[in-house]
């Protein structure tokens, strides 16, 4: 028996898309990581929590690295890099279906530098024919030095368990970080938000989407156990919150209730919420805008 506690911060790298956040809230159990089928979904560093009575594993969801388009795309590439230099493993994953490309290889140049162990996950194998996988290992073969390769689903489960073993078996022996019930370091306000903005993603059209940020002005829990959320949805342009907003105001209220119903999943409690929606041009390129937003540290 080895009642050694192993523990460390494990970063997830990779295109947009391949499947990262999927990967983490499976692993984790909880939606912490909203996940969506538009690339920069993901705008913070997320962190879940993996812990079992002998490992904890520390999980950063990073921003997908891609070539910045404005200062915002520049804060997200800062900040998947960054986290590079803290973390004790890096999960490179790409997405089995796709070839690998200049996406890829702009990470894979970034990574030569990191000395820590990378593991290849090899994501979405549920779409492909296994013949095909060879394939795609072949494609990555050589580009690292990789202590493993997985291919999984995160999107069904197929071997991200042994995944998630394996990682622990190498980590090193180390202190419990965070205690156990604990599966995020998020603050539940910055998570409302976020749950908020994916509801918009996912129901509104393809304009929108990368105008738009979250706020949470106010959290107020009630007597009778019922929690009040005042939330600010920020657009670029005027035609954005007329359509947010939609028809009668029907867009919001289908907004309000998809997330309000994740948001009670979330705190355990019954939500009532209300949204603003409010129009800040350019604010992805103001910098004082982005501060305020919470995008800069
Ligand atoms: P991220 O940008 O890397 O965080 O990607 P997401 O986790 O947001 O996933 C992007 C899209 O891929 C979503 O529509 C997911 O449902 C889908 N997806 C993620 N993992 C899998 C998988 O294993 N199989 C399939 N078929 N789809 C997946
Ligand atoms: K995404
Ligand atoms: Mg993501």
Known sequence: MNNKFHSGFIAILGRPNVGKSTFLNRIIGQKIAIMSDKAQTTRNKIQGIYTTDDAQIVFIDTPGI???????????????????NEVDAVIFMVNAEQKRGRGDDFIIERLKNVKKPIYLAINKIDRIHPDHLLEVMDDYRGALDFKDVFPISA???????????????????????????????????????????????????????????????????????????????????????????????????????????????????????????????????????????????
């Open 66 to 84: 891609h070539k910045p388009q404005s200062r915002l795309g520049d804060f997200m590439v800062e900040s998947a890099l960054s986290t590079l």
């Open 155 to 297: 999107l069904q489960g197929n071997n991200c368990q042994e995944f998630i073993d394996t990682l622990i078996k190498d980590l090193p022996e180390g202190p419990q970080y965070y205690p156990t019930d604990q599966v995020t370091d998020h603050p539940e306000r910055f998570i409302a938000g976020e749950l908020i903005r994916e509801k918009v993603l996912e129901l509104t059209r393809e304009e929108v989407p990368h105008s738009v940020a979250v706020v949470v002005d106010r959290i107020k829990r009630r007597d009778e156990g019922k929690i009040l959320i005042q939330a600010t949805i920020i657009v670029e342009r005027a035609s954005q919150k007329g359509i947010i907003i939609g028809k009668g105001g029907k867009m919001l209220k289908t907004i309000g209730v998809k997330a309000r119903k994740d948001i009670e999943l979330m705190m355990g409690d019954k939500v009532y919420l209300e949204l603003w929606v409010k129009v800040m041009p350019n604010w992805k390129d103001r910098q004082i805008d982005l501060r305020s937003l919470g995008y800069k540290q």
